[in-house]
């Protein structure tokens, strides 16, 4: 007797792993010699321990035939205790076969914003004026908090659909700082009063214009010893950036986050699962004091199409 006892691939994770808190199917490939008897055989999970994390088959443990198993994650392995479970198959209460060893962990399944969502002024690094909005990622175990050992990371990729004014504006690529996947945040999406006032100036002359850019989200695991980042299903939005003249002496600035599929340096990913939000304000040509070039703020989340 032989059994072959497949983990399933997991997304596009390099790593062998199974969810927490979730089930999940396992094939089980039986293979008799000549002269086996019909007995069935038996299934059960090695490894199992606090720091290891733990699995259990849930239903039938036996097999007479090729089929599936149904297993359970449990706990959550410890970091640096990846691949200590396996699956192992006896006949008659000789081995006959075991599975990949894996671990037991929480993965980034989403990206989602709002819904707290607001014009964004800051004085940070230079005043800047946009989008303020808040961000968190979900996981496939259905608590957030589990993704304590996850860490995320945010690419932006450089312009996308440039209107033809704007084909010759360079705008760079972004990589953010790796943060935890489990604490939400905020994200910002802004731009430099001063820039806007210069397109407008030296480029548009009247004219509206815009530009965008795509995101997404990229996560390593530490349960399960993730040694390169792979993208977030579910996280690629779309940001666009548009400035147009609103009066004699006001320029118009929107921006907006749509959920969108995307392909940023070697990762793509599906489309966020949030609505979309807009943001518009109002910029002044000439104001002497920075804070106050934000005469207007509108809030205005619009259905995502």
Not at 90 to 96: A, D, K, Q, Y
């Amino acid at each position: 007797m032989q059994a072959t006892i497949t983990i399933p691939a997991r997304g596009n994770a390099p790593t062998v792993s199974i969810p927490y808190r979730r089930d999940t199917i396992v094939q089980c490939d039986l293979q008799r010699t000549p002269g086996d008897l019909q007995d069935p055989v038996h299934f059960s999970i090695e490894g199992s321990s606090p720091q290891n994390g733990t699995a259990t088959i849930v239903g039938p443990d036996e097999l007479t035939d090729s089929g599936t198993l149904r297993l359970h994650g449990n706990a959550q392995t410890l970091r640096n205790h990846s691949g200590h479970l396996r699956v192992r198959a006896s006949f008659n209460g000789i081995p006959c076969g075991h599975s990949a060893w894996f671990s037991v962990c929480a993965h980034p399944v989403g990206v989602i914003n709002g819904p707290e969502c607001a014009p964004h002024v800051t004085n940070e690094d230079g005043i800047h004026v946009g989008m303020y909005i808040s961000i968190g990622v979900v996981s496939d175990s259905g608590v957030t908090a589990d993704l304590d050992q996850v860490s995320d990371q945010e690419r932006v990729s450089g312009g996308r659909d440039q209107s033809a004014l704007l084909v010759a504006y360079v705008v760079a690529p972004v990589i953010a700082g790796a943060e935890p996947a489990h604490l939400a945040r905020f994200d910002r999406h802004r731009h430099r009063p001063d820039h806007i006032r210069l397109l407008e100036n030296t480029v548009l002359r009247g004219q509206a214009g815009e530009w965008s850019n795509d995101q997404l989200d990229v996560f390593v695991c530490g349960r399960c010893t993730m040694q390169a980042s792979v993208a977030i299903p579910n996280s690629g939005y779309r940001i666009t950036r548009r400035i147009w003249s609103a009066t004699l002496n006001r320029l118009r600035f929107s921006v907006t986050k749509t959920g969108r599929g995307c392909t940023v340096d070697q990762w793509s990913t599906g489309s966020g699962p949030s609505d979309s939000y807009s943001v518009t304000l109002d910029v002044e040509w000439d104001v002497p004091n920075e804070a106050e070039q934000v005469a207007q703020q509108e809030i205005m989340p619009v259905l995502r199409r």
